[in-house]
């Protein structure tokens, strides 16, 4: 038998450079101010802890520095080193993969410098930059430094890879709020460029009486060992904001912010659940919160998205989708009634519901959403009068003018009046001509009709001998069509009052259902 030849499987340090591709400002920094929170638990948070970002614009450099503690000496190697990491790690911590330190300073620029000390003690550094990187040793000196203030790491990298802007200070400012805003506290402040973070937390949630918010809680073991807890909070959101988007699902792990505002079929936006991303949809929010070994956790390597094939992920996908899809069709269904039916609603309880029994998410679907929306006026006098219709077609085109004339009524048009004033006159006039064209009491041919309908009066006095018509309603008839006449032969600038269209439509409604039986 052949005696197996060893292989020497030590990785090279190319692999420093071969894992930065998908690291940018935003993932490297929160790489670094996630190992300073790490470091603090690990410490048994024996003190409180202030995390520091500087970002030069006129120099371009980063500093990030925090008082964690220190690392000691015989514990720098996982500062460096791929894949390594600490021996002991708790559910309350963020790092996992043991390279997202090493790869975040080294994907900012070619040049990081590392201050670390210990209490009292001796302080320490050490760099890695591209002198160090080419050769394929791994040693590298740590020597002794006083640069540091007792207790505190700070990580220095200049020789940037990627310039950065104004505009760029701003955009990472707001990303490291969202980002850190479970953590900030008495014990735990994040400053940037001097100015403490914002504490961006997204359960602004609205209220409704009928819709409140809902909660629930999912426990999971990945591994049949370690149990991953998993929170599900859907509602309505108080916050709506159309430039930014800010509805979806959200994840976080181990209170860290991990993808925000989520509207991808991944999460059940798209036809059959929750729909396609639409304003309609916009007050729908779900927050997922997952508790756990940071080894369960279903993100990626960045912690910049999430693993959607993960089986924590896949355990509670279902009741994701029918969340995302209860709260998308109520903010669509109220979506001409927020200002009454939910915004006003800002205070109250979040609803406790059995998300770990729902495993499918039917029971969520299942709960009572506003019914659908009303039909507009246009639609319901069309659909009452279809057997009309059938029977007298001429009658649709009356109907149908009605319709828009109320479909212009409600648009916010500075001439809608004298629109609107036009077309119920043109309506009332057809409709006469209409009655006595297809009346059967007395044959009226082409030649009389037209030779009536060149005066008003003489087409209502005819209607008259037909049938029963109001007297007032004709003298606000002989009114409202020299009213048009107006409009359109003397002055187009007259002014039609509000007045004005209520009580000529409720003439013309009048005539119109006397003279066909037409129901509006």
């Known amino acids: 038998m052949t005696k197996p030849l060893p292989i020497d499987a030590t990785p090279q340090k190319r692999l420093f450079l071969s894992i930065i591709a998908d690291y940018d400002f935003k993932t490297s920094l929160c790489e670094l101010v996630d190992n300073a929170l790490d470091h603090w638990n690990s410490s048994d948070r024996l003190s409180p802890l202030k995390i520091q970002v500087f970002m030069n614009q006129d120099r371009q450099q980063v500093t990030v520095k925090d008082t964690a503690g220190g690392v000691p000496r015989d514990q720098i190697q996982p500062l ?8 002991v790690v708790s559910d309350q911590m963020i790092g996992n993969f043991g390279v997202g ?4 300073g080294v994907a900012i620029g070619e040049l990081v410098e590392v201050y670390t000390r210990v209490g009292e003690g001796q302080g320490h550094k050490f760099k890695i930059d591209n002198e160090w990187l080419q050769h394929e040793d791994w040693n590298m000196d740590i020597d002794e430094t006083t640069e540091i203030e007792a207790g505190e790491t700070k990580i220095n990298i200049s020789k940037l890879r990627q310039g950065f802007s104004h505009d760029d200070l701003r955009s990472i400012f707001s990303h490291l709020s969202d980002t850190y805003a479970n953590f900030i506290s008495n014990d735990c ?5 001097g100015k403490p973070l914002e504490k961006n937390k997204f359960d602004n949630w609205a209220y409704p009486q009928e819709y409140p918010p809902l909660t629930g809680e999912v426990v999971f073991s990945p591994d049949d060992r370690n149990e991953i807890s998993i929170r599900v909070t859907g509602g309505l959101i108080s916050d709506r904001s159309p430039k930014e988007g800010n509805y979806g699902v959200y994840f976080y792990c181990n209170k860290r912010l991990i993808l925000a505002h989520e509207k991808t079929h991944h999460v059940g936006f798209l036809s059959g659940y ?3 991303p639409h304003p309609d949809a916009s007050l729908c929010r779900v927050i997922v919160e997952m508790t756990g070994l940071p080894s369960l956790m279903p993100w990626n390597s960045s912690k910049s998205g999430i693993n959607w094939s993960h089986p924590v992920f896949m355990e509670i996908r279902e009741r994701i989708f029918s969340t995302a899809k209860r709260f998308s069709t109520i903010s669509r269904r109220l979506k001409n009634e927020r200002e009454t039916a939910v915004f006003p609603f800002v205070t109250g309880a979040i609803k406790e519901f059995d998300f770990q029994r729902s495993q499918t998410g039917k029971e969520i679907i299942n709960l009572p959403v506003p019914r659908g929306r009303a039909k507009k006026y246009s639609e319901r006098i069309f659909d009452d009068n279809k057997e009309l219709f059938a029977k007298k077609p001429w009658t649709r085109g009356i109907v149908e003018a009605i319709g828009v004339a109320d479909f212009i009524s409600r648009r916010p048009l500075s001439t809608k009046n004298r629109i609107v004033l036009l077309l119920l006159d043109s309506t009332f006039e057809i409709s006469l001509k209409e009655f006595l064209v297809h009346q059967n009491s007395k044959y009226y041919p082409d030649e009389e ?13 005819e209607v008259k001998l037909l049938v029963n018509l109001r007297q007032s309603d004709l003298d606000l008839a002989y009114h409202y069509a020299n009213l048009r006449n107006k409009l ?3 002055r187009a600038t007259v002014d039609i009052l509000d007045e004005d269209v209520q009580i000529y439509w409720q003439v013309v ?3 119109v259902k006397k003279l066909f039986k037409v129901k509006l």
């Open 80 to 87: 460096i080193a791929p894949g390594a990491s600490r021996e």
């Open 101 to 104: 330190g090493k790869r975040a």
């Open 189 to 193: 402040a994040i400053f940037f460029n």
């Open 274 to 276: 929750a729909g396609v």
């Open 449 to 461: 009709i037209a030779k009536i309908f060149k005066s008003r009066k003489k087409v209502l006095d």
């Open 488 to 490: 359109v032969h003397e």
């Open 509 to 511: 409604e009048r005539v």
